[in-house]
């Protein structure tokens, strides 16, 4: 299959010979014209002379009865036979034929009563000869109304010919269209040499201009085939070739294709980011799950070995007791990861909204006022040592989502303010309206958070708390859940954390 290359050369090329051909048409036939124009403008001046020639149309030295002739060019005469046909002779005056003025070759035929009287021409060497019968037919055939026409003699070839009624006399002028087709085959070859010198030029600066204009393009594919040797499974997902400014700007077609193949690479890139990243959370998710549930597994196993080797009935509830708070963490951690994977599934299928965030797929009226009331009440009964202050508005605020999942934020907040700072810390819980949002606060004045901790804060199992969360007895999921919910719920958390204060703030859309 040819290139798209020479498909372009090859269409300009047809397109030019086209355009000549037409041109060239147009050409010749303009060009006949005028010369036809100007002959038949000579065989008027020619006929004029003919028929302006002495009295009764006939030359000196003929009758001006019956026509007659002789063949050897003198200037007797002799009677015409019965029949009245009779072959013309020259003009041995040269009063008609070959008379000053008259190009060589300029045919002239005098007819009376439909007789040939006088028919004949003078050669390039001024030599006279006559017409013979079927050349006398053929102009005594035409009509005589002094318009000039076209007509062939035979040997002597086309001629353009007028005939002209005087007298009773038909006096036939004609010229010749030997140089008249002369010329317009000079014109052809002009033409056709210049229509060919023309391609071959235009064929060869065409194939330059368009390997130059489609050079960007070569480049842009040549960007393209670099990407399919890159191994994107085992390298870094980031790949560097981009089509050049340069190459987007040599036109607008290829900037187009350009570009766009950028905007994919740099899809494809991202993507592979977040597959990487994906990847790379997914072997510390499991990694961090196995080594939490390796910690309660161990003690269960140690302590039903204990239970086995052991009779004394305390002792063995003693040992029944933390096999149970062991066997509770694991369900705990257990129903939180399953609470996540439920999270990042209802996440996929409802896909992004406009501005980045999910909606849940569990949308009802909750009464939010009321689960922050309960939730601090029961902080404040599971940690009676912190100080508790609520602030909620006197309406209560009603959202659109899931209570369950918004119970699980406000509780795994309020757990964290409790589980991770000291007895006697302040903790103010709020909850108001503000700018066409829900606004709930959880502050404390305990020790803040390490600062290189904040950026991964929300992350599962989060490294940085992970020796507290195990202190503590928690998962370091908590806060993980949290965002995923809110982001769930088409809302933010965000924390805040410095000597005074640390504050996390959810928002989430009012309805």
Known sequence: MPSLRWRIVAAVALLLVATNVVVGAVTVVAYRGYLVGRLDAELATAASRVVGGPPGGMPSGFPTGSPSGSSSGSSSSGSSSSSGSSSAAPDPDNTFIGAPGQSAGTVIAIYRDGDVALGGYTDARGRQHTLTTAQQRTLAALDPTGQPVTTGLGSLGAFRAQAVGSDGDVFVTALPLDDLDASIGRLLLVIAAVTLVGLLVACWAGALLVRRSLRPLEHVAAVASSVTT??????????????????????????????ALNRLLGHVARALTVRRDAE???????????????????????????????????????NVDRIGTEARRMGDLVEELLLLARLDAAAVVAGPNADGSTTSRTAEPVDLTSIVVEATMDARTTAPSHRWTL??????IVVDGDAGALRRVVTNLLTNARTHSPAGTAVVVSLRR???????????????????ALPTLFDRFTRGAASRSREHGTSGLGLAIVRAVVEA?????????????TAFTVTLPLH
């Open 434 to 452: 503000a700018d066409g949002a829900v606004h709930f606060v959880v502050a404390n004045d305990g020790p803040p958070i390490p600062a290189d």
């Open 391 to 396: 602030q909620v508005d006197d309406d209560p």
């Open 489 to 501: 719920e088409g809302g933010t958390v965000r924390v805040v954390s410095d000597q005074a204060r």
């Open 280 to 318: 790379a959370g997914m072997r510390t998710f499991v990694a961090d799950a196995s080594h939490e549930l390796r910690t309660p597994i161990a003690t269960v196993r140690a302590y039903a070995e204990l239970t086995g080797r052991t009779d004394d009935p305390a002792e063995v509830r003693r």
């Open 230 to 259: 890159l191994d994107l499974d085992r390298g870094a997902p980031d790949i560097p070739t981009r089509v050049a400014d340069a190459d987007l700007a040599a036109n607008r077609e290829v900037g187009q294709v350009g570009t």
